[in-house]
């Protein structure tokens, strides 16, 4: 079990580098582009290398994900205490709102109060990326079972010990599959960024679309796809390596 | 050591626990039981503060149970459930490290006491501690549920069906060594049981409960010969002879048996086995073997030809057993005496369905 969990990170580990270095080298993608789409002129969109795109990407999905993460797990925790279960249908309905209101929708509301760029960006995608986390975090914590509970406090634990050290980690899985969601769909849903100008793979994608220039498609497609599948594995990894899974122990 | 002053627990307008007083004295085994609903778990949670009463007092040591603070009051008292609450995330060990862990003892003395408490109920601590609780039988969990409420060494016990989810054999294994235990450890304990059979078995008193209210604290041999109403009568059913039987141990009744040893002749047999019509045998050691008919001993030259070997574990009792056992032992080999042995199965003496039937008359007056 151990040794399998061992091998899927180095596995993981060497498929980044592996991406890290193809981005970084421009001339790769530059002869291989061309090679594709000969009639284009110009095959690599000229605003910023590759490597600039990705790690922009990534700002955004790694700001508008944490604080998905850093709102969500706790507001789904509070709703499923005894103090704030009245809050429970409300905080469910507002975030599945957030996830059917489209995220153009909420840019196209947010510029005008925020201005453009970085953060109606990262607003737009928090709100879309919050329902998957907060959902799964008060499904995780209703399936722990009562009579656990029933058991932890008639030992004398407080309801703060008991969350920590009971139903946390017997929720955990659920909770990171909700994040591991939010983050795949956030990695697609961060392209429109571009389009206010908060950069990211979006912008060759965009530039592509209005220049009619399928090289520049690709060119924003193909990396977003790896980081996405990149991004699940992660998750998955820490999923299998943190959490407590039922059938691990009856190994 | 316990006491519950007019305890009553309202949910709405319905009490489910009204007007209950009870007094618990220190090392005695006090079993609630009583038909579903009748409050009797309810009442075991009120102890603990997992249910607050509505009004009324409990003490504990003589202490308002209202003025502790929950989580203090709860590490000192030991609580065991029928659905057994193992953590399934954490292992057997640390299972039962929990509470020490929350009154902060230092690891060595939580490692040294999980090992303890492990051996005590019978389980090898180097092959169970490091097991998760979905790797254990039914049996061994609730041996695990057990020994984690006994962990801190808490003077009271409260116990709620501890020995519910598991098959009947097992039940009464668990009962047996939980018996052995309380002996050794004389705790507090309060049990709350459907089960008449375990109540009489394992109580020293049983409160019986019905609607939310107490109707009888008596000793199991008291509720048994004199119900104090037709509830209880109805309760305990009509078997209550054989019931009281349980609570009678058989070593009062041994009496020496007649014995053959497997090597002897059957001249040395028959006069071995003397007026009587048979003889257990037993090997050098004393270990019993079987048994020996008189009749059959004309036919033969020498013990060895005529005995009739036995499953000595299906037959023979051991010095803690009770007239229950024997007397079910008796009907279902069809014998008029059963051999008692030790715990290396060499042969005590026996125990014979006359005076079986003599302590039935005898508890019945």
């Known amino acids: 079990m151990r040794r399998q969990q061992t091998w899927r990170w180095i596995v993981l580990a060497i498929l980044s580098a592996a991406f890290i270095a193809l981005i970084a080298n421009m001339g790769i993608w530059e002869a291989s582009l061309r090679y594709l789409f000969p009639q284009e002129s110009q095959v690599l969109h000229p605003r910023a290398s590759l490597l600039t795109l990705v790690v922009e990407h990534l700002g955004l999905v790694g700001i508008s994900s944490s604080l998905t993460i850093l709102i969500g797990v706790p507001l789904g925790i509070w709703v499923t205490r005894p103090g704030g279960r009245n809050f429970l249908p409300i905080v469910t309905d507002l975030t599945s709102f957030g996830q059917t209101f489209p995220p153009v929708a909420v840019l196209a509301l947010a510029v005008p109060m925020l201005g453009f760029g970085l953060m109606p960006t990262v607003v737009a995608l928090f709100l879309y990326g919050l329902l998957p986390v907060v959902r799964n975090t008060i499904a995780g914590l209703s399936a722990v079972p009562p009579h656990l509970l029933d058991a932890a406090y008639g030992m004398g634990m407080g309801r703060l010990r008991a969350l920590f050290r009971i ?75 943190f959490a407590y899974l039922p059938e691990e122990a009856t190994r | 050591m316990i006491k519950l002053e007019q305890v009553t627990k309202k949910y709405g307008e319905t009490a489910a626990v009204n007007g209950f007083s009870l007094e618990v004295n220190e090392g005695e085994v006090c079993v609630l039981i009583g038909p579903s609903g009748c409050g009797k778990t309810t009442t075991l949670r009120m102890i603990n503060r997992l249910i607050e009463p509505t009004s009324g007092r409990i003490l504990v040591n003589g202490r308002d149970t209202g003025q502790a603070k929950p989580e203090q009051l709860r590490r000192s008292i030991g609580y065991a459930i029928q659905s057994v609450g193992l953590f399934p995330h954490l292992t057997v060990a640390a299972n039962i490290a929990t509470v020490p862990e929350l009154l902060h003892w230092d690891k060595s003395r939580i490692a040294r006491r999980v090992e303890e408490l492990l051996t005590l109920v019978g389980l090898p601590p180097a092959e169970y501690a490091a097991k ?153 050691g004393g270990q019993l073997l079987g048994w020996i008919d008189k009749a059959s001993l004309s036919e033969a030259t020498s013990v060895r030809q005529a005995v009739v070997a036995l499953d000595t574990k299906d037959i023979a009792l051991m010095r803690c057993a009770t007239l229950r056992e024997a007397l079910s032992r008796m009907l279902g080999q069809g014998l008029k005496s059963i051999p008692v042995v030790d715990e290396n199965s060499r042969l005590i003496g026996e125990v014979t369905l006359g005076d079986v039937e003599a302590a039935t008359a005898e508890a019945e007056e």
Do not use: C
């Not at chain 2, 009888?216 to 305990?236: G, M």
């Not at chain 2, 002749?265 to 037993?282: D, L």
């Open chain 1, 167 to 241: 139903e946390i980690p017997l929720a955990a899985r659920v909770i990171l599959a909700g994040i591991r969601i939010s983050v795949i769909i956030n990695i697609g849903t961060a392209m429109i960024g571009a389009a206010i100008g908060a950069g990211g793979l979006g912008s060759p994608i965009i530039a592509g679309l209005v220049q009619d220039n399928l090289a520049y498609i690709i060119e924003g497609a193909v990396p977003a796809a790896v980081l996405a599948v990149l991004a699940d594995q992660l998750l998955a990894n820490m999923e299998s390596s």
């Open chain 2, 132 to 284: 998760y609780p979905n790797q254990l039988s039914g049996g061994e969990a609730q041996r695990i549920g057990v020994a984690r409420a006994l962990a801190a060494d808490p003077p009271i016990l409260l116990m709620d069906e501890p020995f519910g989810a598991v098959d009947p054999l097992t039940r009464e294994r668990l009962q047996t060594q939980f018996a052995a235990i309380q002996q050794e450890l004389k705790k507090t304990v309060i049990l709350v049981t459907h089960d008449l059979d375990e109540a009489i078995r394992l109580a020293d008193r049983i409160a019986i409960m019905a609607a939310g209210k107490l109707v009888q604290y008596d000793t199991p041999e008291t509720i048994l010969s004199r119900p104090a109403n037709k509830f209880v009568h109805d309760f305990v059913g009509t078997d209550r002879a054989l019931k009281r039987l349980s609570r009678i141990n058989v070593e009062r009744f041994i009496r020496p048996a007649a014995s053959v040893a497997l090597s002897a002749s059957a001249r040395e047999a028959k006069t071995a086995i003397g007026g009587k019509r048979s003889a257990w045998v037993v090997d050098e």
